[in-house]
């Protein structure tokens, strides 16, 4: 062990920017990898960083900077080596060759940020639709990908350890079985989507609300607080990967609630793909709830995140409200924020409902439940013309 940490969870981040890149920026990237590496239970004991035009297309970092990074993880007895970005299947195979050269027994592998993440949502997965949607986002990942290093096929059928007896037959004998397990993957994902699609069929006569947001903005949190039920809320990445439907009432009004998985840059296409009925709860929504960290200092980035993945999913022109949460924090670091100056600044930007809360703190919580009674009320009449209120409003 090394300060405590198994070696076997050890790690080292690789990051190659452009010098257009702001050093903050770079930072804070790194730092989100690094709590993705800890949600996976990794440990990151350094950092790289390489500015290059463009990424090496054998090995990604260039020659002196890979020199570099196997002397340390050598002499640190480092067992992972995570990259920022994705790598092609080549650079992977050159890269496990390198670090891997002395041909010892303890390898050391390499991980780019696609498979990270998909490692996260593999551990996180719930329900049966969710695993099959993880398993094939997997396999989709891994046919171009396998080398003698890979380990996840017995991860994924709770083995452990590392594969005996490698070599190139082997490997072929996996991509088949591979291609097969993923047709098999894709026709039960087909019949668990024609059934959660019945089942949103049968809410149409309801109204549908969805909290968006990117990962670990306090989602659950404030789904508990608003349908009173116990989600799980934990303060790491994707702590949500299944998606969850509860029925709310504010006022005389009933909805649907749901909490969907938290989105992130550079979110894997093949999970995005694999996780198509999960996003369809977003997709059909009547109303977007756009949870917001305004304490994390690059918030501003994260919105930009979440909204061109709404529209890569087609969720672009759903109504939504921008809720701004934890507030209670961003006071303390400011000192006191001029919330109609920001209010402002994002009305300018497109977002015409914008509210401030706190979900742990309970803070303006009854502001939101008035805005979005008054979101929901607009839909609710569409479908029950003569609906009068019982409780003369909110």
């Known amino acids: 062990m090394e300060n405590g940490t198994p070696l076997a969870s050890n790690a080292v981040l690789v ?143 709770g083995g452990t350890g590392a594969r005996g007896g490698s070599g190139e037959r082997e490997i072929e004998t996996d991509r088949r079985n591979i291609r097969y397990r993923i047709s098999l993957l894709k026709d039960e994902l087909e019949k668990i989507e024609k059934q959660k699609a019945t089942q949103r069929k049968s809410r149409t006569n309801i109204v549908r609300v969805s909290l968006v947001g990117y990962t670990n903005v306090g989602k659950s949190t404030l789904m508990n607080l608003m349908a009173k039920s116990d989600l799980k809320a934990e303060n790491k990445l994707f702590a949500t990967v299944d998606a969850t439907v509860r029925k709310v009432v504010i006022g005389d009004l009933p909805f649907l609630l749901s909490d969907t998985v938290g989105f992130i840059r550079k979110l894997p296409h093949h999970l995005i793909e694999s996780f198509k009925s999960t996003l369809d709860e977003v997709r059909e929504s009547d109303l977007l709830l756009h949870i917001v960290d305004m304490a994390h200092p690059f918030h501003d980035n994260q919105i930009e995140v979440v909204s061109k993945t709404l529209a890569e999913i087609g969720a672009g022109n759903i109504p939504v409200i921008l809720v701004l949460n934890k507030i209670d924090l961003l006071k303390q670091q400011e000192g006191g924020a001029d919330f109609e100056q920001i209010r402002g600044r994002y009305r300018d930007q497109g977002f015409e409902r914008v509210v401030f809360i706190s979900a742990t703190s309970k803070q303006n919580m009854e502001e939101l439940r008035k805005i979005v009674y008054e979101e929901v009320r607009k839909k609710h009449v569409t479908f029950y013309p003569n609906y009068v209120s019982q409780t003369n409003g909110y």
């Open 15 to 157: 990051s190659v920017t452009s010098n257009r890149e702001l050093p903050e920026l770079v930072d804070e990237h790194l730092e989100e990898l690094a709590f993705l590496a800890e949600t996976a239970g990794i440990s990151a004991m350094k950092r790289f960083i390489q500015h290059l035009s463009h990424p090496d297309i054998r090995s990604f970092v260039g020659k002196g900077k890979l020199a570099e990074i196997k002397e340390y993880v050598s002499s640190h007895a480092i067992r992972n080596v995570i990259f920022d970005d994705d790598l092609s299947p080549s650079q992977l195979r050159n890269l496990e060759k390198e670090f891997n050269a002395d041909d010892s027994e303890e390898k050391i592998r390499v991980y780019d940020r696609s498979l990270l993440i998909l490692d996260i949502f593999l551990m996180r997965a719930q329900t049966a639709q969710a695993r099959t949607q993880v398993e094939l986002a997997m396999n989709q990942y891994l046919l171009p990908r396998l080398t003698r290093m890979w380990t996840h096929l017995e991860r994924q059928r």
